[in-house]
């Protein structure tokens, strides 16, 4: 049987009304490792029960209050309602220790909920230009780290984000960099793990970013480790 694994979304409006939206190769990916997915539509604790794992996708900005910090001009749009949701899942599942995986946002996210902090916009405030719309750049992993066993020292990933982690939260360590930006992460103790790019475009029969390995592997390690929790 196919492990549950519980997709966050954005917002939008769309005729006056409010609208959940997701990019269907985030759920594409899922399923082709061998996941259920299933569209996170609130805060549900039963539903976060039944669940075998969490996956924070991308999306808007994090309101900088959630970090404790004072908004800047150069933060983008945020979703305080978005960010609600998306710590108490993630409260949800890292208490019961379940498996989390988080995109871009996803990743921001959860290095907020371990009380890190977030660049608000990189170039601005740290001087790093070019991780914006699609930019394919190199990227390093540590060898002993997940991303590192997964797909060797260095390779191409894209890039579509102008913040970043600042303080890392706590329990978690940075595996994967482009310089001063980190990457990726992993949590030390908690089956948790954070990337900056975007895997989804980079696998599948509709995959966008062509330069790269093909990052099935990503995705098939947290499907297996979601059905390896569900059999405990």
């Given at each position: 049987m196919r492990p549950l694994i519980l997709l966050t979304t954005g917002f939008g409006i769309v005729r006056g009304m409010k609208q959940r939206q997701l990019f269907q190769d985030y759920a594409d990916a899922v399923y082709e490792a061998g996941g259920q997915p299933v569209l996170a539509l609130g805060m549900d604790d039963e539903l976060a029960e039944r669940a075998d794992?969490?996956?924070?996708?991308?999306?808007?900005?994090?309101?900088?209050?959630?970090?404790?910090?004072?908004?800047?001009?150069?933060?983008?749009e945020a979703d305080l309602d978005r960010d609600e949701e998306e710590l108490r899942l993630f409260s949800l599942f890292a208490g019961k220790r379940k498996p989390v995986l988080g995109v871009c946002r996803g990743l921001?996210?959860?290095?907020?909920?371990?009380?890190?902090?977030?660049?608000?916009?990189?170039?601005?405030?740290?001087?790093?230009?070019?991780?914006?719309?699609?930019?394919?750049h190199c990227v390093q992993f540590e060898e002993d780290g997940l991303f590192g066993r997964l797909f060797g020292r260095e390779i191409l990933i894209n890039s579509y984000h102008h913040?970043?982690?600042?303080?890392?939260?706590?329990?978690?360590?940075?595996t994967a960099r482009a310089g001063k930006i980190a990457e990726g992460f992993e949590h030390e103790s908690l089956p948790v793990?954070?990337?900056?790019?975007?895997?989804?475009?980079?696998?599948?029969?509709?995959?966008?970013t062509k330069e790269g390995p093909d990052m099935k592997p990503l995705f098939s390690h947290f499907v297996k480790a979601c059905r390896e929790g569900s059999q405990k």
């Open positions: 794992g969490l996956f924070l996708t991308g999306g808007v900005d994090i309101e900088p209050c959630r970090y404790g910090m004072e908004r800047k001009e150069w933060c983008g921001q996210l959860i290095n907020t909920a371990l009380g890190g902090t977030l660049w608000q916009d990189q170039e601005t405030e740290c001087q790093v230009p070019g991780h914006r719309d699609g930019t394919v913040q970043s982690v600042r303080t890392l939260g706590d329990g978690l360590r940075i793990w954070g990337v900056q790019w975007h895997p989804e475009r980079m696998t599948g029969k509709m995959r966008v």
